[in-house]
């Protein structure tokens, strides 16, 4: 028979990890040597060698791998989130906080560091990270912290 209390004392938050590639200048560079070997690939009857290209291709993805933080986040629990949103109270002006119930554009980058477990960030990092980051890097992060504390967890069957 099941144990309340041990199942509350085995309790844990819900976790996510997120890989925030601080190079994404290489991006382009990988996509168009990976156009390039598919384009040479297609020529390679005509005995094109795509070695170096292979080369080329496998470096740039060492150097985005060797560039990549990966990033924990954990479900805040409950109080400890409507406790975060106090502290960002909605302005009077704005449509969108008072939907929200809380100032959208101070709260989302504070609760995403709130939820970022591991590595530990200083405040200095945190913002030097978020102009370094992408729109897309920054809301798949708001996505993981959102579902993390805002989507039901379902057990799997």
Known sequence: MLNLDDLINDARLPEGTYDLCLRADLQAEL???????????????????TGDLGAEIELLREQMAGSVVK??????????????????????DDRLDAVCGYNYDEFMPAAIRECIVEPAISATQWDKLLNLMTDGQYTALQKIMLRLNTKDVQVPL
Do not use: I, N
Request: charged share 35%.
């Open 71 to 92: 990033l924990r986040l954990r479900g805040l629990g409950r109080q400890r989130w409507a406790a975060l949103q106090k502290q960002f109270p909605p302005r009077d």
């Open 31 to 49: 996509e168009a040597k990976q156009l390039e070997l598919a384009a040479a690939v297609d020529e390679d009857s005509l005995g094109v060698d």
